[in-house]
């Protein structure tokens, strides 16, 4: 009975008809309800068997009425243009024959009929989608002896079938032979292609288009009957089912306590401590970051997942040490070849190589896309810099601008709008200043992620109800930022260094803002007393909780046999054990160790950023200006050909492939050790659905 009141459920559902709540207490026994439900299942499954039929033969009809129609037309348009043609034939017959008539035009309209071949046709609809692959395999199949014309529905048709909206083409295909007439049947079966009786004769076509749209009418009148007597009885069912769900559940319970029984009539809760599969919905562009994060380890449970975050940061770390809007432009070039031919080649056996770069084709063209940004910032074009946004904010100091690379150039101009002057590109302040700028966003960019990451570690502690260390290692991108807004002069290193070893020293020069030497001593107060409060508490604040959750389980009686294998197979084990101060408190000081440390050096690390950068951009002025511009110079065409191919080859080789792997491996290690570390555990394990054919496949390797 349970099942039949989910079945009228799942049937009210589809109906959009809600259960309603009654007043009026109506008694019924469970054996006349029990024949009652059957009755109603047996009435509404006939129904929907009907109601499926009726559909089904309406479908029908619609798309025979359509081919009617449509195939009609063509055959009105050749009747007629055969007309028009033997009426031209019998006039010059009447006028007299010129020098200009066909000599075999008599013999072609007034030709023996039982020498005439007779052909056969079929009509029908074909998927709008698959219209151009049939009629490629049809010409294929017959070897051109067939004649197609198709035409297009203007509305969406319900197939017979599947039920579903499809756009489709009306088809009439013209053959010779029972052959060729066989292989159309089955390439019409193979594409899905419904066919429809047709009479040649315009009368007859009116005649079965007039009575298509007669059983059209009936049906459509049928149909809707049929509906509303089935709503009426789901409403009918709506108004008791809540009564009835509760009698049943009733009678359930009543029974499970007469006949004393162990375990629950409707459902029984087994305990577990197994942490739950996680699962997470991606599409063909996440799926790709979402394998990156999955490498590392799977997320456990409601664990807050990185790849969100992923989509963005890995591409643009990437970028920052690939910023060239050149090569950007190659990377592109190339996801969009893989994008654009996905259908095709995903259907094909690939090298791993291929597969690799395929499989990863959205995050390339979000690197790309990135490094194309990174590359006008840094203003960087095969390591040749382009006044894109404007005239150069500086001049030489003569008109001959000989000592424009020794001496420097003087400021005449506002500010270059975005990213990097062109004119430091080639001058002796090239290296430093870009060194000085590299090095400082690199230090910015990885305390903002590594603050990201405590950030989400904080949040996961919430949710989890765990308890968390916060430690913001951001006092030196504060100075980098100030001394940017302010033009200062001061020395960060110096800074840096005497805020440990002197804190109490002025500090003069090197003084960015109003209150710096006492805010660097509050912030040095705060990492003194950050150290002990990460150690110590914890280990104490854990001792305390065992002790209150397993204190009270001292003494307690003895459970009975039955009881001890009910609470040894609904529990773990292990469930109590017992506490070990001194395992948690070095563990509590490993951790704080590793925060210290890991707060200096994972800041480090993202320096890797800055070195990265400058080596592609080096390396890539390398090969333009000692391989293009040394073989442009010598004014010989062999010469010049082998500098090109010579430099297309290392830059191909070398920065569009090595380069790429590296520092993709690079941001890589910066998402899995100096990001992921703080908040990510990835402990827990993927979510396969259960089925029998893995079962039968593990049964096989056993």
């Not at 490629?136 to 079938?161: H, K, Y």
């Not at 960087?380 to 030489?396: H, R, T």
């Amino acid at each position: 009975m349970a099942r039949k009141l989910r079945f009228f459920k799942e049937q009210m559902l589809k109906a959009g008809v809600s259960p309603k709540l009654s007043t009026t207490q109506v008694d019924v026994n469970i054996d006349n309800l029990e024949v009652k439900l059957s009755e109603i299942e047996s009435e509404l499954t006939e129904m929907n068997a009907n109601g499926e039929k009726l559909q089904r033969s309406y479908n029908e009809l619609v798309e025979y009425k359509l081919v009617l129609q449509k195939a009609g037309e063509f055959f009105h348009s050749a009747q007629s243009g055969a007309i028009e043609q033997q009426r031209e034939y019998e006039s010059r017959l009447l006028s007299g024959e010129s020098m200009e008539t066909p000599l075999l035009q008599d013999q072609e309209l007034s030709g023996d009929s039982s020498k005439q071949i007779k052909l056969g046709f079929l009509a029908g609809l074909v998927p709008r989608e698959k219209s151009m692959t049939f009629e490629r395999i049809l010409f294929r199949a017959t070897r051109g002896n067939v004649f197609l014309r198709q035409t297009a529905v203007e509305d969406p048709v319900t197939d017979p079938v599947s039920g579903e909206k499809t756009e489709k083409n009306v088809f009439v295909v013209f053959y010779a032979g029972e052959k060729v007439k066989a292989k159309i049947l089955k390439i019409c079966d193979a594409f899905s292609a419904n066919r429809y009786p047709f009479a040649e004769e315009l009368g007859k076509q009116a005649q079965m288009i007039t009575e298509a749209s007669g059983k059209i009418s009936e049906l459509k009148t049928t149909i809707d009957t049929g509906l509303q007597h089935r709503v009426n009885l789901l409403d009918t069912i709506g108004v008791q089912f809540e009564q009835w769900n509760l009698l049943i559940q009733d009678a359930l319970q009543r029974a499970a306590v007469d006949s004393n029984s162990q375990v629950s009539a409707i459902f029984q809760v087994l305990h577990t401590k197994e942490m739950p599969p996680t699962y997470f919905r991606t599409n063909k562009f996440t799926s790709s970051y979402q394998g990156i994060i999955d490498s590392y380890g799977v997320a456990k449970y409601q664990e807050a997942n990185p790849t969100v975050y992923t989509v963005v940061t890995f591409p643009f770390l990437f970028a920052v040490m690939f910023g060239d809007w050149g090569h950007g432009i190659c990377l592109l070039l190339a996801a969009l070849y893989f994008i654009i031919r996905e259908r095709k080649l995903s259907s094909q056996k690939l090298d791993d190589i291929t597969e690799m770069t395929f499989g990863g084709r959205y995050v390339i063209l979000l690197m790309s896309l990135f490094s194309i940004y990174t590359g006008l910032i840094y203003n960087e074009f095969f390591s040749v810099p382009f006044e894109l946004f404007g005239p150069s904010a500086y001049e030489c100091r003569d008109l001959a601008c000989s000592e424009a690379t020794t001496i420097g150039l003087i400021k005449a101009r506002r500010t270059y709008p975005f990213g990097v002057d062109p004119v430091w590109h080639g001058t002796r302040s090239e290296l430093p200043f870009l060194n000085s700028l590299k090095m400082k966003m690199s230090i910015l960019l990885g305390v903002a992620q590594m603050n990201l990451g405590i950030i989400m570690s904080f949040f996961n502690a919430i949710f989890f109800r765990n308890s968390v260390n916060i430690c913001l290692f951001g006092y030196l991108s504060l100075l980098i930022i100030v001394k940017w807004c302010t033009g200062s002069q001061a020395d960060l290193y110096h800074v840096m260094i005497y805020m440990f070893l002197s804190p109490t020293d002025d500090l003069g020069e090197n003084e960015l803002f109003a209150g710096q030497k006492n805010l660097q001593l509050v912030l040095l107060l705060l990492a003194v007393v950050a150290v002990p409060w990460m150690l110590l508490p914890k280990p104490f604040i854990l001792k305390k909780q065992h002790e209150a959750r397993h204190g009270a389980e001292s003494y307690a009686p003895l459970p009975s046999t039955e009881e001890s294998l009910q609470v040894e197979s609904n529990h773990d084990s292990h469930g109590h054990e017992e506490f070990e101060f001194s395992e948690i408190f070095v563990h509590q000081l490993i951790h704080t160790i590793e925060f210290v440390l890991g707060a200096v050096s994972n800041t480090a690390s993202y320096l890797r950023l800055w070195a990265l950068s400058l080596a592609h951009s080096e390396l890539s002025s390398v090969f333009y200006e000692k391989v293009l511009l040394l073989a442009w110079g010598y004014n010989n065409v062999i010469i010049l050909i082998v500098g090109i191919l010579v430099f297309i080859f290392a830059t191909v080789g070398v920065l569009l492939v090595m380069e790429t792997l590296s520092a993709f491996l690079h941001a890589l290690r910066l998402h899995w050790v100096e990001f992921q570390n703080k908040f990510y555990e990835g402990d827990g394990y993927k979510f396969f659905p259960f089925s029998f054919s893995l079962l039968d496949e593990e049964d096989e390797v056993l």
